[in-house]
């Protein structure tokens, strides 16, 4: 295997155009990291949501119970 660039220098710079295929490895690895993350912060905010709904469903039972109970006859 022969390296292509005589170094590393060479290398990024690449006949002028590394600026530009960095900058495309720049982009791409970002929206990897986005893909990636983006449904994992999903999920979490989908949870707290659900743990929010599930208290205000128990508050709500627990009110229910406390009028049914006050409703009833001694």
């Keep these: 295997m022969q390296f292509q ?3 590393l220098a060479a290398f990024l710079h690449m006949d ?3 600026p530009f295929v ?3 490895y720049g982009v791409t690895f970002l929206a990897l990291a986005a893909m990636a993350l983006q449904p994992r912060l999903q999920r979490r905010r989908l949870k707290k ?3 929010r709904q599930q208290r205000i ?3 709500r ?3 229910e119970g406390r009028q049914s109970k006050a409703a009833e006859p001694a």
């Design 5 to 7: 660039f005589e170094s």
């Design 16 to 18: 002028g155009h590394g």
């Design 22 to 24: 960095w900058a495309a």
């Design 49 to 51: 949501e659900l743990e």
């Design 57 to 59: 469903e128990a508050r």
């Design 61 to 63: 039972r627990a009110v």
